[in-house]
């Protein structure tokens, strides 16, 4: 049974490109959530995506985008990029979109931008 | 493969010895708490969870407790072994996905 994968697992990015990030969450997951964590804390919750739709937003620009695809996978975008976005970016699944089951996270993309 | 973090606060810990990792969390609302573990290079691994309803809850070697008076939450590891350095975080949310992650105490478990 295959937990949430996340692709690709690093990245190298210049200042003001744009990027997308991929992930397939954990079999029987329907809810998504991204999180942002820089290097020496903790996660950041970004958004969270439920039945195709963003249900919940952390504070981040609207250069953050995202997408829920039928198939429960998910999209994350960010836009022209700057060196402050370097992070591991990490996907968590889960089922429903209450907030009351653990978030099952993946392994995340490293993102570098310079 | 990279640290998760390179200057968290450090429990250093004899193996075979308990660990007690202690949590504050901020926001009294918060009814649902999480434990992650997270390795170099790795996601955070789910360890063990607890209601708001509750103040103590017990998994394979690890025990949670929850003290909503004071706003704390702790993480406590019997006979430690090599395989439990890492860094650890606690969460809480209410009742959504947007958990709020604690700033991560780091585990070294020495020989």
């Known amino acids: 049974d295959a937990g949430v994968t996340q692709s690709p697992t690093h990245l190298i990015k210049t200042r003001g490109q744009q990027v997308t990030l991929r992930c397939s969450p954990k079999s029987g997951h329907d809810t998504v959530s991204w999180y942002q964590q820089a290097l020496g804390q903790g996660p950041q919750f970004i958004f969270q995506y439920y039945e195709e739709e963003e249900r919940q937003r952390g504070n981040f620009p609207d250069r953050f985008s995202g997408h829920q695809f039928p198939n429960y996978s998910s999209e994350l975008n960010v836009n022209a990029l700057l060196l402050g976005d370097s992070a591991l970016y990490l996907c968590?699944?889960?089922?429903?979109?209450?907030?009351?089951?653990?978030?099952?996270f993946g392994n995340g993309t490293r993102l570098t931008v310079t | 493969g990279e640290s998760v973090g390179l200057h968290l606060p450090t429990l250093s810990v004899q193996e075979g010895d308990n660990s007690i990792i202690n949590c504050a969390y901020s926001?009294?609302?918060?009814?649902?708490f999480i434990w992650y573990k997270q390795e170099s290079g790795k996601g955070p691994q789910f360890i063990i969870d607890?209601?708001?309803?509750?103040d103590k809850r017990q998994g394979q070697r690890v025990t949670v407790l929850l003290n909503k008076t004071v706003k704390h939450l702790s993480l406590q590891i019997a006979a430690t072994q090599p395989g439990d350095s890492a860094v650890y975080f606690c969460a809480e949310t209410s009742g959504t996905y947007k958990y709020i992650f604690g700033t991560g105490t780091r585990l070294k478990v020495l020989a």
């Open positions: 968590a699944s889960s089922i429903g979109d209450r907030g009351n089951s653990p978030l099952h």
């Open positions: 926001n009294s609302a918060s009814d649902y």
């Open positions: 607890i209601r708001s309803n509750m």
